[in-house]
């Protein structure tokens, strides 16, 4: 059995379809939410965790392209340059989950690697550009 992290990104139009539904049922795959930030009307982003048949993964991530989902795989790091981050709060702003955050008492930013989904969204917010994504 294999074990896939991916990142599904919902456009609006389908963001109250149920797809993932589809993977347990169709390609009889285990199927685990880690991160979701869905609301109906707006893009949807969930990072899932696939468990199954390496084929059956591969034939799951096909059905969800033609259904105009982006699917990444979650192989990916979000790195934080601590020179040139001035802990200016600016990219806390944009993460939907609370993996950036500024510390009360010291007031420098504070990356929590378990609640980043990958979503990208802080990397343009930086107006130092200190937040890269490692490949
Ligand atoms: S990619 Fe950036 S904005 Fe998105 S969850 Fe991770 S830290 Fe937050
Ligand atoms: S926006 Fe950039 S400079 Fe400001 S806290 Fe975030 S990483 Fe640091």
């Not at 982006?70 to 040139?84: F, Y």
Request: proline share 3%; hydrophobic share 35%; aromatic share 4%.
């Amino acid at each position: 059995m294999k074990k896939k992290k991916l990142v599904l990104s919902f456009p609006e139009k389908i963001v109250t379809k149920p797809l993932t539904y589809k993977l347990v049922k169709e390609f009889d795959l285990e199927f685990n939410i880690l991160r979701a930030e869905i609301t109906p009307d707006v893009e949807g982003k969930m990072l899932i965790e696939l468990r199954g048949d390496d084929e059956q993964i591969n034939r799951a991530i096909e059905y969800l392209e033609n259904n105009k989902v982006s699917v990444q795989e979650a192989g990916k790091d979000i790195i934080i340059d601590r020179e040139s981050c001035v802990d200016c709060g600016e990219c806390t702003s944009v993460c939907i989950t609370g993996a950036l955050s500024l510390d009360k008492k010291s007031k420098k930013l504070v990356f929590d690697r378990d609640e980043c989904i990958l979503c990208e969204l802080c990397i343009d917010s930086c107006p130092l550009k200190a937040i890269k994504v490692k490949m």
